[in-house]
Nanobody, 125 residues
Framework: QVQLVESGGGSVQNGGSLRLSCAAS????????MGWFRQAPGKEREFVAT????????YYADSVKGRFTISRENAKNTVYLQMNSLKPEDTAVYYC??????????????????WGQGTQVTVSS
């Protein structure tokens, strides 16, 4: 019932910035946690950031804390990931995900039921 479409990926140099967007359709955002995950070649998909329905609770992986910011605009059914001070190790396919019930935090891939197709982020040194 929920469709997620990511956009905003691209190629930047070390230290650059990108803002990813995830547009949701098919069902209201009410009672949804939203998350961002990433997967680099040869690696498992890893947690990046999450936000609850109200936007009051956010949580970040240690590797991105202080550099990335997750936010949402429920009126637009859109969640964002602002990525600053990008590093080559941030290179990955970034996925938007939605959880069908609310909790304070959801940090595991299996806690999310709906996924976008991903958008590539490449950071060159």
């Amino acid at each position: 019932q929920v469709q997620l479409v990511e956009s905003g990926g691209g190629s930047v140099q070390n230290g650059g910035s990108l803002r990813l967007s995830c547009a949701a359709s098919g069902r209201t955002f009410r009672n949804h946690n939203m998350g961002w995950f990433r997967q680099a070649p040869g690696k498992e998909r890893e947690f990046v950031a999450t936000i609850n329905w109200s936007g009051g609770n956010t949580y970040y992986a240690d590797s991105v804390k202080g550099r990335f910011t997750i936010s949402r605009e429920n009126a637009k059914n859109t969640v964002y990931l602002q990525m600053n001070s990008l590093k080559p190790e941030d290179t990955a396919v970034y996925y938007c995900a939605s959880r069908d019930v609310s909790s304070a935090y959801a940090l595991r891939t299996y806690e999310y039921q709906y996924w976008g197709q991903g958008t590539q982020v490449t950071v060159s040194s």
